[in-house]
């Protein structure tokens, strides 16, 4: 059974950092290709950032483009997002994703999913 357990959520000021982590269990974490999502309440869950499963290659939404970095340490079986220059429109509920596949902005890419970890900015 696969489980992706994240971590590193928390209040912070506007322009602050967070890091979150999300560590996988049950297979090879290798195999799979990560993303990090979103979702504020009212909104629909969106893409952040997206990691082969080799860490060579990395995709981002134009609205973390620069302020946001996605990594991998496979040796540790977890997927980072350093978050900086954080804004209030940042705040979200975070998840954290596994794709069988190739890695991709589109939520129905994803075939497991991590219970979210709550990031808020304050103004």
């Known amino acids: 059974q696969v489980q992706l357990v994240e971590s590193g959520g928390g209040l912070v000021q506007a322009g602050g ?4 982590s999300c560590v996988v269990s049950g297979r090879t974490f290798s195999s799979f290709a990560m993303g990090w999502f979103r979702q504020a309440p ?4 969106e893409f952040v950032a997206a ?3 080799s860490g060579d290659s990395t995709y981002y939404a134009d609205s973390v ?3 946001f970095t996605i ?4 040796a540790k079986n977890t997927v ?3 978050m900086n220059s954080l804004k209030p429109e940042d705040t979200a509920v ?3 994703a596994a794709s069988n ?4 902005s589109a939520v129905a890419a994803y075939d497991y999913w991590g219970q979210g970890t709550q990031v808020t900015v304050s103004s």
């Open 65 to 67: 483009k620069g302020r």
């Open 17 to 20: 950092s967070l890091r979150l």
């Open 101 to 104: 596949d190739y890695y991709s």
């Open 51 to 53: 990691i082969s499963w």
């Open 94 to 96: 975070y998840y954290c």
């Open 42 to 45: 009212g909104k629909e869950r």
């Open 71 to 74: 990594s991998r340490d496979n």
């Open 80 to 82: 980072y997002l350093q």
